[in-house]
């Protein structure tokens, strides 16, 4: 087996081995991380920005999934759901651990002010959920901006605020509408 | 939070889950998560439909090193405080196994002439069963001649970077001593001596886990614990 695309793997299939992994079996996770690290490491690396945080975001990840592999079922959502919520989450802490130690430098706003959605456009093209890509593009350009580089690059209201030089109040309002607009398509 | 108000909570379900939420309000939202049912599955709502984001991302791959380094610290799962070894339970029975121990005793013993037995050492076996009762493999031990001997019966195929390395037991709360790599097929012998031949002899049992090739990189078993077994005196010379 060559394939490291998660995509080509089932949900069931990722599902027993977490399962296996959960009774202990190395085999099965390292089966589970040759499908789903290639995925989860260009997310790492898109929010962190630094491939030694991402390659420790990783690390750590994996050992926690590994550690609740045992807990996992689906109701808490598909396995590569699950695998992603527990990286993302520890890549935005890890992200605002290191903003809060090198406080003054803003690396966020550094970046091209008023791109708006543009970096992320592109990747709506390869999106497999359609659903969601059609609920995305309905969203105003501003919206659907904010909304994508939050997820892609784990910015806070602040931080999303400073990059595309707006007050915070429409960032918020943006994000809400944005969310609310989505969950109203999607249940359409 | 306004704990009663549906639409905020679904708002702010898809903010933490967008990663929006920080700060106290991070805090708030996932003490309130810990005991609202509707929150929780809320979150799991937003994960389902913004999760996908991440699956459209071009794979990349990352540096085997980072594997590595995972792999060194894989421990069964929920067991780091408590050391394996003081937790096996081996007075289990092994019915299954028993009858295929005097099939083994009929084959070997009838070959390895026992040539004067030192005092107090007596010719034991052991079968190494997994969860199941299968057997994987029996292990013979023949204190006159000084060897041990493993053979396989159906252990569980493994990958080509994998071993099975079989531990003596000394004792409760004792770390486990390493016996050597196992065969997948037919059978092998194995010079046991001196002190490792009395300690093997009073052992309170063997076990095998699932090493990188090669064997356990550290001297201690690394990987899942998966056959173990009990030596038991074949005869009363």
């Known amino acids: ?36 690290s290639p995925k989860l490491f260009s997310l790492l690396l898109r929010i962190l920005k630094r491939e030694d945080l991402a390659e420790e975001v990783l690390q750590e990840g994996f050992l926690s999934i590994w550690r609740h592999a045992g807990e996992y079922d689906w109701k808490k959502g598909a396995p590569f759901t699950w695998m992603i919520s527990i990286m993302r989450h520890r890549a935005i802490d890890q992200l605002r651990r290191g903003r809060r130690e090198t406080t003054g430098e803003s690396d966020v706003s550094a970046e091209s002010v008023s791109e708006g959605a543009g970096p992320w456009e592109n990747l709506l093209q390869s999106l497999s959920a359609e659903g969601l890509k059609k609920c995305l593009e309905e969203l105003s350009g501003d919206q659907r901006g904010a909304i994508l580089s939050a997820y892609y690059e784990g910015l806070t209201h602040e931080e999303l605020a400073s990059r595309l030089a707006k007050p915070l109040g429409t960032i918020k309002t943006w994000i809400r509408r944005g969310l609310a607009g989505l969950k109203e398509c999607l249940e359409r | ?59 990349v791959e990352p540096p085997s090193v980072v594997w590595r380094k995972i792999e060194a610290r894989l421990m069964p799962s929920g067991v780091e405080r408590v050391p ?120 309170s049992g063997l076990a095998v886990s699932l090493e990188p090739a090669g064997g356990s990189p550290t001297g201690a078993p690394t990987g899942p614990v998966l056959y173990q077994g009990s030596l038991f005196v074949m005869d009363k010379a």
């Open chain 1, 1 to 36: 087996m060559t394939s490291s695309d998660s995509s080509m793997t089932s949900p069931e299939r990722l599902a027993s081995l977490l399962q296996a992994s959960g009774r202990g079996d190395k085999s099965a996770m390292a089966e589970l991380y040759r499908h789903a």
């Open chain 2, 1 to 59: 939070m306004k704990p009663n108000d549906p639409q905020l909570k679904e708002i702010l379900a898809g903010e933490y889950v967008l990663g929006t939420l920080h700060g106290s309000a991070r805090e708030r939202f996932e003490r309130e998560l810990g005991r609202d049912e509707e929150l929780q599955r809320l979150v799991s709502y937003w994960g389902s439909k913004l999760h996908p984001l991440a699956e459209a991302l071009p794979p």
């Open chain 2, 84 to 203: 394996w070894y003081s937790r096996v339970n081996f007075l289990r029975p092994f019915a299954m196994a028993a009858a295929a121990a005097a099939i083994f005793a009929f084959i070997y013993f009838g070959v390895i002439t026992p040539q004067g037995p030192v005092p107090h050492m007596h010719h034991s076996m052991a079968v190494l069963a997994d969860k199941q009762n299968a057997a994987g493999w029996m292990i013979a031990v023949n204190p006159s001649s000084k060897e041990m001997m493993a053979m396989a019966m159906h252990p569980a195929p493994m990958k080509p970077d994998q071993s099975y390395e079989l531990w003596m037991l000394p004792g409760k709360d004792k770390a486990p001593i390493s016996l050597g790599l196992l065969p997948m097929k037919g059978s092998m012998k194995m010079k046991v001596e001196g002190p490792m031949l009395e300690k093997l002899m009073g052992a």
